[in-house]
């Protein structure tokens, strides 16, 4: 089955720049959309990236979403870190099954 | 505004059954495919169904097989979840989702608050 794989967990301070990764388990994560998914503490998950690299309306462009191939990863970049970025971030695709595949998630830090 | 309003969560014994229901309004229900995704206390996001806006597609995750089944009033702009054969591991808050993008996958585009199931003796 096809996995996505995150890091546990990532801290970087205020105003740096922090990258989170997702690696597919087979194939090409190029083949499918991925999409990024925040998740702040008792709250439903929102929408921050979809379809690699596409903003919902809303979402500052301090968020952004990139594919490389050759690693076979997607990654959520986001810049000028702020305190209230603070949350769980999990990366989403598919897999040949017809079945939607998420990312464990990562723990955003922001200290 | 999109609104998905999730109810019908609560403590069940295990192998018993639970019916969630998500009434959506503020869009076209029935012109958009939705889903269910659960996520356990303190673990990830999980997707669990899918079903098609006419109703005629729908996939569910290997873990729930043949125990859940989702489906869909258009006429009543619900979506249902009727769980059967309960176990622990289901314990979850179960969120129904509104699929956005007109790719044929597309993503989970509005959230609802989701609704709490806790399966315990």
């Known amino acids: 089955n096809f996995m996505l794989t995150q890091p546990h967990s990532v801290s970087e301070s205020p105003g740096k720049t922090i990258t989170i990764s997702c690696t597919g388990s087979s194939g090409s994560i190029a083949s499918n959309y991925v999409q990024w998914y925040q998740q702040r503490p008792g709250s439903a998950p929102t929408t921050v990236i979809f379809e690699d690299k596409l903003r919902p309306s809303g979402v500052p462009d301090r968020f952004s979403g990139s594919i490389d191939s050759p690693s076979n990863s997607a990654s959520l970049t986001i810049s000028g870190l702020k305190t209230e970025d603070e949350a769980d971030y999990y990366c989403?695709?598919?897999?040949?099954?017809?079945?939607?595949?998420f990312g464990g998630g990562t723990k955003l830090t922001v200290l | 505004q999109v609104q998905l309003v999730e109810s019908g969560g609560g403590v069940v014994q295990p192998g018993k059954s639970l019916k969630l229901s998500c009434a959506a309004s503020?869009?076209?229900?029935?012109?958009?495919?939705m889903h269910w995704v659960r996520q356990a206390p303190g673990k990830g996001l999980e997707w669990v169904a899918f079903?098609?806006?006419?109703?005629?597609?729908?996939y569910h995750a290997d873990s729930v097989k043949g125990r859940f089944t989702i489906s869909r009033d258009n006429s009543k702009n619900t979506l249902y979840l009727q769980m059967n054969s309960l176990r622990p591991e289901d314990t979850a808050v179960y969120y129904c989702?509104?699929?956005?993008?007109?790719?044929?996958?597309?993503?989970?585009?509005?959230w609802g608050q989701g609704s709490l199931v806790t399966v315990s003796s």
């Open positions: 079903m098609s806006r006419d109703g005629t597609n729908k």
């Open positions: 989702a509104k699929k956005g993008s007109g790719s044929y996958f597309g993503y989970f585009q509005n």
């Open positions: 503020g869009f076209t229900f029935s012109s958009y495919d």
């Open positions: 989403q695709s598919y897999d040949s099954s017809n079945h939607w595949v």
